[in-house]
C-alpha cells in the first residue's frame, strides 16, 4: 500500500496551492484527481483576479491577502504563470448602476482597495471598444490576470519538484477511518495510507465528501464563456459590468430580478490574443450540455457593451461548474468528528483570486498558527447548514437590490 502524510482530492488550482505549501513544509503528499490538472473548474474560467468583486469584510480580507502573495508567487513557483497587473473596470450603463456604484466604491475604499469613478469618455479612452452609451466606470489598479492553466500547472510543478506524487486519472472510491480517525483513502488505481486527507475537489466537493457520510454544503453553479479567435491587442485587464457583479451575488433563491441565465458582461485576452467573453450563472446540477440560447444571450449582452464583438467570429465556448456555498466564502475547516478530514473548497468564481491564499490556510489550520490563521473562524464548514446555503437573501449587503440592466 502506497503511503503518504496527507493526501489531496482534486489538482486544481486549489488543490496544487495546497500540496505545494503541504511539500514545502516536507510533507509526503499525493495528490489525487480523475482528471488532470486544470481539467475540472480551473480550467474553464476566465484569467481574472478581481478585487472590485469582492464585498467589503472576510471576503474582500482574504482577496486582498491573496492578491499580496501574487506580488511575489513567480518567484515562488520559479516559473511565470502569465501574471498582469493591468488594473480593471467596472463598466456603467444605466443611471441606477452609477447610484449603486458611488456607493459600493465608498465601501470598496473603506475595505482598502484603490478604485475610482470615471465617466463615459475616459472609460472609451482607456477601453475604446467600449459603447458610446456607457456612462462611466469604476477602476482600480489592484485587479490583476493571470493564466489559469500555466497556473495551475505551476503550482502542481512546484509541488512535485519538492516531493508530491500526482495521481491521475485516478478517482476517489473512499476514505476510511478507524475509531474517528482517517486511515486511508482508497481509489481506483489502488489505497494510499494516510492519517490526512484534504477534500479540495471543487464543485465535486460534495459528492466526495458524501462518500464518508460528510455533508460538505456545495453547490455546482453552471457557467459558460466565449472564446473567440485570436485577434489584436482589444482589452487591457478585464472588463466586467455591475450586472455581472449583481448576478455573482444573487443566490439559488434569488428573487427573480436576475436576467436570463445570470448572464453578465466580462471580457479579458489572452496573451495569444483570444478574447473570453462571459458569462453565465446557472442552477443546472453537472449538465455540461450546450444551450444555444446562453450562448446567443451572452453575445447579444456582450455586443450591446461592446458593439464591435458583433464581427468577431467564436470559435468555440467553455462550460464549467463553480463551486457554490451561498454566502461567497470558500470552506476550510477540520470536518467534525473525523480528526483528519479537512476540507478546502467552495470558492465559487474566486478560485485564482484565492489559490496563492488557499495553501496557506490549510497550513495554519493544520499547524493552529500562522499569518492567515484568523481567517479561518469566518470560513468553518458548520457555520451554514445545507438548508441555508440553499436559502441565503437574494441581495446580501453591498450589493444592488434589483439589476439594473438586462441582457
Not at 66 to 72: A, E, I, L, W
Not at 208 to 224: E, F, K, Q
Not at 367 to 387: K, Q, V, W, Y
Request: charged share 20%.
Amino acid at each position: 500500500m502506497k503511503t503518504a502524510d496527507a493526501v489531496v482530492i482534486g489538482a486544481g488550482v486549489s488543490g496544487g496551492s495546497i500540496a505545494f505549501r503541504l511539500a514545502q513544509r516536507g510533507l509526503k503528499v499525493v495528490i489525487v484527481d480523475k482528471g488532470n490538472p486544470g481539467s475540472g473548474a480551473s480550467g474553464s474560467c476566465d484569467k481574472a483576479i478581481f478585487m472590485q468583486s469582492k464585498r467589503p469584510g472576510l471576503h474582500m480580507q482574504l482577496a486582498l491577502a491573496s492578491r499580496r502573495m501574487y506580488d511575489t508567487l513567480e518567484s515562488e513557483l520559479e516559473r511565470s504563470v502569465e501574471f498582469e497587473s493591468d488594473g480593471g473596470m467596472v463598466v456603467i450603463e444605466t443611471p441606477q448602476q452609477m447610484e449603486f456604484m458611488r456607493g459600493f466604491i465608498e465601501k470598496q475604499r473603506a475595505a482598502g482597495i484603490s478604485v475610482s469613478l470615471i465617466d463615459g469618455d475616459s472609460a472609451r479612452e482607456a477601453q475604446p471598444f467600449l459603447a458610446p452609451h456607457i456612462l462611466g466606470a469604476s477602476f482600480s489598479p489592484d485587479d490583476a490576470d493571470v493564466n489559469p492553466l500555466v497556473l495551475n500547472a505551476a503550482f502542481v510543478q512546484a509541488a512535485k519538484k519538492h516531493g508530491a506524487e500526482l495521481w491521475t486519472h485516478s478517482e476517489v472510491l473512499g476514505v476510511r477511518t478507524e475509531r474517528g480517525r482517517v486511515t486511508s483513502v482508497e481509489t481506483t488505481r489502488g489505497s494510499i495510507s494516510t492519517p490526512m486527507v484534504i477534500n479540495a475537489a471543487g464543485p465535486f466537493a460534495q459528492k466526495v465528501g458524501a462518500l464518508s457520510n460528510i455533508d460538505v454544503p456545495i453547490r455546482p453553479r453552471r457557467g459558460m464563456i466565449l472564446i473567440s479567435e485570436s485577434i489584436p491587442r482589444t482589452v487591457r485587464g478585464c472588463v466586467l459590468d455591475a450586472q455581472y457583479i449583481a448576478s455573482k451575488h444573487l443566490s439559488a433563491a434569488d428573487d427573480g430580478s436576475a436576467p436570463p441565465y445570470g448572464v453578465g458582461f466580462s471580457m479579458g485576452q489572452t496573451v495569444s490574443g483570444n478574447l473570453l467573453i462571459g458569462g453565465s450563472r446557472e442552477f443546472e446540477g453537472f449538465n455540461k450540455s450546450h444551450n444555444q440560447d446562453v450562448m446567443a444571450t451572452i453575445a447579444r449582452h456582450a455586443a450591446r457593451i461592446a458593439p464591435k464583438l458583433a464581427s468577431t467570429r467564436i470559435i468555440r465556448t467553455m462550460t464549467g461548474f463553480r463551486p457554490y456555498t451561498g454566502d461567497g466564502l470558500p470552506i476550510i475547516d477540520r470536518v467534525p468528528g473525523i480528526d483528519g478530514y479537512i476540507v478546502a473548497a467552495g470558492h465559487e468564481g474566486d478560485g485564482l483570486a484565492l489559490a496563492p491564499l488557499t495553501g496557506q490556510l490549510v497550513i495554519d489550520l493544520i499547524e493552529g498558527a500562522g499569518p492567515t490563521h484568523h481567517f479561518l473562524s469566518g470560513l468553518r464548514i458548520d457555520r451554514f447548514s445545507a438548508r441555508q446555503a440553499e436559502a441565503v437573501p437574494a441581495t446580501p449587503a453591498n450589493t444592488p437590490s434589483v439589476l439594473p440592466a438586462t441582457a
